[in-house]
């Protein structure tokens, strides 16, 4: 995938430093604030992260933060270099130094990533990030994975980007051996290399991207041992599948459904099989109720779950994760409109038997899922997934973080503690008995209906309707709604969820 990071690996601060003057390193520092003396007034914090910094830059450290008033305040960074320097300065600012054992982890990997962002990519082919010098840092395991997630991130390039650089990277860690699971070079890279997956599908152009281009994708995996089926035959899915076969049904000459699936087993006994579910729409006009002109715009994200699950078990795969059965289920279709497309007020059958009352053609995400859900339960896994760009409200309810709900508040509880460590921050969003009651059909022909009667706990409700798809409502499942952070600011995928489900798969 085209991430120009290529190789990752730790060393020892006690070993020397080689520095290569053909190929000058960019040292990125951690620093922290002093606020004990005057809070209104900070200092930066000493540290033997600095003292070591210093000892391979040549210059003296605190007169720089002096003369550039730089004291470590969180999101600000200090970029120091010249031509006599044997080395370019990072230095990254991350606040309080009394608060850092709480400082959030996803802010971890935003300072970093805003601090990168200052420096010109062509000089950024040979790093050196200092993370700990002293083997009782906490933090030491956070830095490393969210510093090499922040420098994968800042060398991704599409593959329509006009320019391609032709520079490789490589990203030297100095802190002490860790006996954490993911302080480890094979687990950076294989995280990097997954985010880079998932935004290089969610960034495809909506002109050239197609269900295809999701089986591609999925086919792909296969050099990894992964094993992929994939069932195109519309036929198939409109018995097997009707909900799903529904949304599909405005593109089915353009570009038709696809079920796809892609399996990883252990090489040891299995003691866990989870299922992710990726919402897969390919791009959404929110059919015959089309969407508003302001919502179209980035519809070609539509398909980020899908997207997240094929980059999960790439990495699984890449690592070998021991014990734990993995298998990614995609309902790939897009939501376009001609004269065969769903119609508000149809009724129509699922896989689980329920029969669903379409009432918005606009909520057409959940409709896949339900039919995608009762499908993966079919395999038996122990633990079931659903990652989805689903629902405004969850937007509007937890902004750029993933809502988290669940059947189960165990497995939730367990997974947000997990997902906030590897740097995807999400927040509960409680499913109650009126979520259910909210989605029942009015219509003597159908049992429930894919918006609710009411316009509030509309995140809830979708996820209600898609829970609703289980066989056995006792089994496990969360569900993740990142509709409200799949994208930047500026319209760029965001790989969100991919180290918060990778990283709970790993910890298992």
Same mark, same amino acid.
Not at 106 to 120: D, F, G, P, Q, W
Not at 220 to 234: A, C, R
Not at 478 to 494: N, P, S
């Given at each position: 995938?085209?991430?120009?990071?290529?190789?990752?690996q730790?060393?020892?601060?006690?070993?020397?430093?080689?520095?290569?003057?053909?190929?000058?390193?960019?040292?990125?520092?951690?620093?922290?604030?002093?606020k004990?003396?005057?809070?209104?007034?900070?200092?930066f914090?000493?540290?033997?992260?600095?003292?070591?910094a210093e000892?391979q830059?040549?210059?003296?450290?605190?007169?720089t933060?002096k003369?550039?008033e730089?004291?470590?305040?969180?999101g600000?960074?200090?970029?120091?270099?010249?031509s006599?320097?044997?080395?370019?300065?990072?230095f990254?600012?991350?606040?309080?130094?009394q608060?850092?054992?709480?400082?959030?982890?996803?802010?971890?990997?935003?300072?970093?990533s805003?601090?990168?962002?200052a420096?010109?990519?062509?000089e950024?082919?040979?790093?050196?990030?200092?993370?700990?010098?002293d083997?009782k840092?906490?933090l030491?395991?956070?830095?490393?994975?969210?510093?090499?997630?922040?420098v994968?991130?800042?060398?991704y390039?599409?593959?329509e980007?006009?320019?391609?650089?032709?520079h490789?990277?490589?990203l030297?860690?100095i802190a002490?051996?860790?006996?954490?699971?993911?302080?480890?070079a094979?687990? %950076?890279? *294989? @995280? !990097?290399?997954?985010?880079?997956l #998932?935004?290089?599908?969610?960034?495809? $152009?909506?002109?050239?991207?197609?269900?295809?281009?999701?089986?591609n994708?999925?086919n792909?995996?296969?050099?990894?041992?992964?094993?992929?089926t994939?069932?195109?035959n519309?036929?198939?899915i409109?018995?097997?599948?009707p909900?799903?076969?529904?949304?599909?049904?405005g593109?089915?000459?353009?570009?038709?459904?696809?079920?796809?699936q892609?399996?990883y087993?252990?090489p040891?006994?299995?003691?866990?099989?989870?299922?992710l579910?990726?919402?897969?729409?390919i791009?959404?006009?929110g059919?015959?109720?089309?969407k508003?002109?302001?919502?179209?715009?980035?519809?070609?994200?539509?398909?980020? %779950?899908? *997207? @997240? !699950?094929?980059?999960v078990?790439? #990495?699984?795969?890449?690592l070998?994760? $021991?014990?734990?059965?993995v298998t990614?289920y995609l309902?790939?279709?897009?939501n376009?409109?001609?004269?065969?497309?769903?119609?508000?007020d149809?009724?129509?059958?699922?896989s689980?038997?329920?029969k669903?009352?379409?009432?918005?053609?606009?909520?057409?995400?959940?409709?896949?899922?339900i039919?995608?859900?009762?499908?993966?339960?079919?395999?038996?896994?122990?633990?079931?997934?659903t990652?989805?760009?689903l629902?405004?409200?969850?937007?509007?309810a937890?902004g750029?973080?993933t809502?988290?709900?669940?059947?189960?508040?165990?497995?939730r509880?367990?997974?947000?503690?997990i997902?906030?460590?590897?740097?995807?921050s999400?927040q509960?969003?409680d499913?109650?008995e009126e979520?259910?009651?909210d989605?029942?059909?009015?219509?003597d022909?159908?049992?429930?209906?894919?918006?609710?009667?009411?316009?509030?706990?509309?995140?809830?409700?979708?996820a209600?309707?898609?829970?609703s798809g289980?066989?056995d409502?006792?089994?496990?499942?969360?569900?993740?709604?990142?509709?409200?952070?799949?994208?930047?600011?500026?319209?760029?995928?965001?790989?969100?969820?991919?180290?918060?489900?990778l990283?709970?798969?790993?910890e298992?």
């Amino acid at each position: 995938m085209p991430t120009r990071l290529s190789s990752i690996q730790y060393q020892n601060p006690s070993q020397p430093l080689s520095i290569d003057s053909n190929n000058k390193p960019l040292l990125i520092v951690p620093v922290f604030q002093d606020k004990t003396k005057d809070p209104k007034k900070p200092t930066f914090q000493t540290s033997t992260e600095l003292t070591y910094a210093e000892k391979q830059v040549g210059f003296n450290i605190a007169e720089t933060f002096k003369l550039e008033e730089f004291t470590g305040g969180y999101g600000s960074s200090l970029y120091v270099s010249n031509s006599a320097m044997p080395a370019s300065t990072l230095f990254v600012g991350f606040g309080d130094q009394q608060k850092k054992d709480r400082l959030p982890v996803y802010r971890i990997h935003k300072a970093y990533s805003k601090a990168l962002s200052a420096v010109k990519r062509k000089e950024l082919t040979n790093l050196i990030g200092i993370i700990s010098t002293d083997d009782k840092n906490k933090l030491q395991d956070v830095l490393s994975l969210q510093l090499i997630c922040a420098v994968g991130d800042h060398f991704y390039e599409t593959r329509e980007v006009k320019e391609p650089s032709e520079h490789q990277a490589t990203l030297t860690l100095i802190a002490h051996q860790s006996a954490g699971k993911s302080a480890t070079a094979e687990f %950076g890279l *294989a @995280t !990097v290399k997954a985010r880079a997956l #998932a935004m290089d599908l969610v960034n495809m $152009p909506a002109n050239i991207k197609t269900t295809a281009s999701l089986a591609n994708a999925a086919n792909s995996l296969k050099e990894l041992g992964l094993t992929v089926t994939i069932q195109n035959n519309v036929e198939w899915i409109k018995s097997n599948m009707p909900c799903f076969y529904e949304v599909g049904r405005g593109s089915v000459i353009t570009d038709p459904p696809r079920w796809i699936q892609v399996h990883y087993k252990p090489p040891q006994p299995v003691s866990r099989k989870i299922a992710l579910v990726g919402k897969s729409v390919i791009f959404d006009t929110g059919g015959y109720q089309v969407k508003p002109d302001p919502y179209m715009n980035t519809m070609k994200a539509d398909m980020t %779950g899908g *997207a @997240t !699950v094929l980059s999960v078990i790439q #990495a699984v795969a890449a690592l070998k994760v $021991p014990n734990i059965e993995v298998t990614a289920y995609l309902a790939a279709t897009p939501n376009k409109i001609d004269s065969d497309a769903m119609l508000p007020d149809s009724i129509v059958n699922t896989s689980s038997g329920k029969k669903v009352e379409i009432r918005h053609t606009d909520a057409e995400g959940r409709l896949t899922l339900i039919d995608a859900v009762n499908q993966a339960e079919k395999d038996s896994p122990d633990l079931i997934f659903t990652i989805a760009t689903l629902t405004g409200s969850a937007a509007h309810a937890v902004g750029p973080r993933t809502a988290l709900m669940s059947n189960n508040n165990e497995w939730r509880d367990k997974f947000a503690k997990i997902a906030e460590q590897y740097g995807d921050s999400c927040q509960v969003l409680d499913i109650l008995e009126e979520d259910f009651e909210d989605i029942k059909s009015k219509l003597d022909g159908a049992d429930i209906n894919n918006t609710g009667h009411e316009k509030y706990r509309g995140a809830q409700t979708a996820a209600s309707f898609i829970l609703s798809g289980l066989a056995d409502e006792n089994k496990p499942l969360i569900h993740l709604d990142v509709a409200g952070g799949d994208m930047t600011t500026d319209e760029k995928a965001t790989a969100i969820a991919v180290r918060g489900l990778l990283g709970f798969i790993y910890e298992q």
